[in-house]
């Protein structure tokens, strides 16, 4: 059966996010969307004196084991790897990795942020790269690894999903949807910005041609195809590797007016535009210009997202007061609404630790009493989300121009039905819920309409709409008390 023909065809996607790694296989075909984990790894950063860093090495492992997993299924016609963003490795002139890469969580980057702000202002940056301001983006993580020992020996910047892929196929690439978080990239003509490269002292040799989704990265490597079980010369096919722009692929949207929360560590709300806004009303408001598949924009904002419950559980679980989720979303569901709101995007929440003290900080600070309960912190948290999900969608709209008539919201937190029932009744608009794995979906997607088996972009989100599970939420209640936690927010 030739991979191009109108049939159907299994692929591994290699989804790593900030907790765990994992290999899903999918099955995919003009009808058919079928996903089986293959393998699941963790992804734990390691401490050492100079920064917190990832073990690239035990995510290069997880995903050769998972490669292996999924060759036991039977024949894989491609492999695709998506990952978070911003975070690099360094190569020597030899291809050798220049240490563990950083954790963008790591405290070195606000004064790199500073120092780049005040030599190339901030208007300017953002009228070249459109990106949202946040200081673990890859330019200011650059600016604070100069002054490092390996930075003299450095001859190539490689983003986690393509130093991967390089490891994997022996080939060197950027992929163009990870490479627009960089804020390095020009929004505008759609390539590495040469000259905001030279202004930052970078050399521009370090940065590798450009791939788009769809394209093909390379065939396995010799060792790799022996160590997997996967033949010699399976492809790795370049996906949309930035995994917020694969799970942007598994919006199920039938039509062009929708709006989206992909939600997980963090909650990226925003639209879907086919140009980039660069105004300087868009800057001040901090929202993003990231590319999408086939050209498109995903113009939105970070939100710290479930980071926040994951790291208040976390730090519950370390006190010995652990609760099941469920448990929690019910003491949650029965909590007084809005008796304590925070900004979820205030920078003290960004590092790990103890969440639940950083909340009360905040609270206290603004005249608020801190919950009395875990369910009371969950609350504040998911209503806080659901509010933050209103002001940025509603800001979006009016610096883009166009209005959405629904929410999808995706990943992980598409399961957490009240996030997604406040997040209806805070912005007034039905929220479509699903796929959870709206990530591995799209890397999957991407894959099988390099093979021809799915047409565009239109016709991979009906498949989505039509194979897998969704759940519906229309607005309910008083549309009032959304509007005054809001205000009350607000004045904060």
């Not at 997980?264 to 929202?287: K, M």
Request: overall charge negative.
């Amino acid at each position: 059966m030739s991979l191009t023909s109108r049939s159907e065809a299994v692929f591994a996607a290699v989804d790593l996010g900030a907790t765990s790694g994992r290999v899903i296989t999918g099955r995919a075909g003009p009808e058919r969307l079928v996903l089986t984990e293959a393998h699941r790894f963790a992804n734990t950063p390691v401490r050492l004196p100079d920064g917190l860093r990832w073990d690239v090495l035990a995510l290069f492992q997880g995903t050769l084991d998972g490669l292996r997993a999924a060759a036991r299924g039977g024949p894989i016609a491609s492999v695709g790897i998506d990952t978070w963003a911003v975070d690099y490795g360094l190569l020597d002139a030899d291809g050798g990795l220049l240490g563990l890469p950083f954790h963008y969580r790591d405290d070195r980057n606000g004064k790199a942020a500073e120092r780049v702000l005040a030599e190339c202002g901030a208007r300017m940056l953002y009228a070249v790269s459109g990106l949202q301001h946040l200081p673990f983006n890859t330019v200011f993580q650059l600016a604070a690894h100069r002054a490092s020992a390996q930075w003299g020996a450095a001859r190539t910047v490689l983003l986690i999903p393509d130093l991967l892929t390089h490891w994997l196929t022996g080939a060197v690439g950027a992929e163009i949807t990870n490479a627009s978080t960089t804020g390095l990239f020009d929004a505008s003509a759609g390539g590495w910005s040469d000259a905001l490269i030279a202004r930052l002292g970078l050399e521009r040799s370090w940065f590798p041609p450009l791939r788009e989704p769809g394209d093909p990265a390379g065939t396995l490597l010799p060792h790799v195809a022996e160590y997997t079980g996967l033949p010699a010369g399976t492809p790795v096919t370049t996906v949309a590797s930035h995994d917020t722009a694969s799970a942007v692929v598994a919006v199920p949207a039938t039509g062009p007016g929708f709006a989206y929360v992909s939600c997980g560590t963090w909650s990226l709300a925003g639209l879907e535009l086919s140009a980039p806004v660069l105004t300087e009303e868009s800057r001040a408001a901090n929202f993003t210009n990231e590319r999408g598949v086939d050209g498109t924009v995903r113009y939105l904002r970070n939100i710290m997202g479930m980071w926040l419950l994951e790291e208040c559980r976390r730090t519950w679980d370390a006190r010995g007061e652990a609760s099941g989720l469920d448990v929690l979303l019910g003491e949650a569901a029965r909590a007084r609404p809005f008796a304590a709101l925070i900004d979820p995007d205030d920078e003290a929440f960004l590092p790990p630790g103890d969440m639940p003290s950083r909340i009360d900080a905040q609270l206290m600070s603004s005249g608020q009493a801190p919950p009395d309960s875990p369910g009371g912190y969950v609350r504040c948290v998911l209503e806080s989300l659901a509010l933050a999900h209103r002001r940025t969608l509603r800001e979006a709209a009016g610096l883009a121009g166009r209005e959405p008539d629904r929410i999808h919201v995706v990943g992980g937190g598409s399961r957490n039905e009240l996030l997604c029932q406040w997040t209806a009744d805070a912005t007034g608009l039905p929220v479509t819920a699903g796929p959870a794995e709206a990530t591995a979906l799209g890397n999957i997607l991407v894959q099988a309409r390099a093979h021809g088996l799915v047409d565009d972009l239109a016709d991979m989100r009906r498949l989505v709409a039509r194979t897998q599970e969704l759940r519906h939420y229309t607005p309910q209640g008083d549309q009032r008390a959304w509007d005054r936690a809001a205000a009350r927010l607000e004045r904060t």
